[in-house]
């Protein structure tokens, strides 16, 4: 006699145990998927970004440093410094001039001693000025004591620096006034220019590090004509960025390049860099994720040849350029 099939019932206690643990194993799983998902993509964005950031600065600064010097049709041209004292010492001699961290340190870009020009640079970090005429001058029709005559207006304020030149000497100046035909100097030019030489805007800059709100950013300050007089603005450029060190290719007796700190004795009064004989400038930045905890442990990184152990969770890049100089060798 064939039995009756038994008709399911329920699950017993030992099953539905069964089942919950599978589902927990397979929730975990799925879980531990995509939290890893998350932290790979999170890492992938921060460094993806870090990357973009180090590229756009090191686009920024090869730009303007390969410049450094530009005076118009000669760069070799006799530079003389007519600014009646009103911009700090600066690289009149080689269109370049850096400084080595000495606590404490400000960047000061005038002789006036007035805000923002006195911002704090990062501890431990380098400082590059660069100098030039931008590459758009305006024709002069004539020049005599401080006064220059020009054949048209251009875009100038009063208190900008301003360079005039004829391929054979150079005057850095800054605008004490100026009309549509004439602009006047603060002081007397070196000589008279005649018609032929031009006069150009002058870049003067200086790229640093400053710390905002616990984190180091790249910085650039700059003069310019401020409410009739010379001034200093100062922009933030980039965050994230943790050190930067310059070293410059000095041209040896033996026509070797060495590459050295812009204080190679680590003394501010005997400095014995030859600034006129750097043809090169090589620029080191090393680059901190925004966010924190990406990486599980502090990582190891490289940076200056040196292995270094970060103090917390970020993510470290280093990144190197090498710069050559297009003008080199400006008389002063």
């Known amino acids: 006699m064939t039995g009756f099939a038994h008709k399911q019932a329920g699950l017993s206690l030992v099953e539905l145990m069964v089942s ?16 890893s998902s998350k932290q790979t993509g999170r890492v992938q964005n921060a460094l993806a970004r870090v990357q973009e950031n180090a590229r756009f600065a090191l686009d920024l600064l090869s730009r303007d440093i390969r410049m450094a010097g530009q005076l118009g049709c000669n760069s070799n041209a006799f530079v003389s410094d007519s600014s009646s004292g009103e911009l700090a010492t600066g690289p009149f001699s080689s269109g370049i001039f850096g400084y080595e961290y000495h606590n404490p340190m400000t960047v000061n870009l005038t002789n006036a001693n007035t805000a923002p020009d006195q911002d704090s ?10 100098m030039a005429a931008s590459a758009n001058g305006t024709p002069i029709t004539s020049s005599s004591g401080d006064t220059i005559t020009v054949n048209t207006g251009s875009d100038i304020d009063d208190g900008d620096p301003m360079l005039v030149s004829d391929c054979d000497n150079a005057d850095l100046f800054v605008v004490d006034s100026h009309t549509s035909s004439s602009i006047t100097a603060t002081a007397s030019l070196s000589k008279g220019y005649a ?6 805007p002058l870049h ?6 400053r710390v905002k709100d616990g984190q180091r950013n790249l910085y ?3 003069v310019n004509g401020n409410a009739g007089s010379i001034g200093v603005n100062t922009d933030p450029l980039l965050e994230g960025v943790e050190d930067m060190q310059v070293l410059y290719g000095e041209t040896q007796s033996d026509g070797k390049i060495r590459y050295v700190d812009s204080d190679p004795d680590n003394n501010p009064a005997t400095n014995d860099l030859d600034w006129s004989k ?14 924190d905890n990406l990486a599980s442990k502090p990582q190891q990184y490289w940076f200056m040849d040196q292995l270094h152990t970060a103090n917390d969770k970020h993510l470290y890049r280093s990144f190197t350029t090498t710069i050559q100089l297009r003008n080199q060798g400006i008389g002063t």
């Open 20 to 35: 919950i643990a599978l589902s927990l194993i397979l929730t975990l799983g799925i879980i531990q998927i995509f939290s």
């Open 121 to 130: 640079v990062a501890n431990g970090t380098d400082v590059i000025v660069v």
């Open 195 to 200: 018609a032929g030489a031009e006069i150009a």
């Open 204 to 209: 003067y800059t200086a790229y640093y590090l």
């Open 220 to 222: 650039r300050s700059y």
């Open 278 to 291: 750097v043809v090169s400038v090589r620029i080191n930045l090393l680059m901190r994720t925004e966010e």
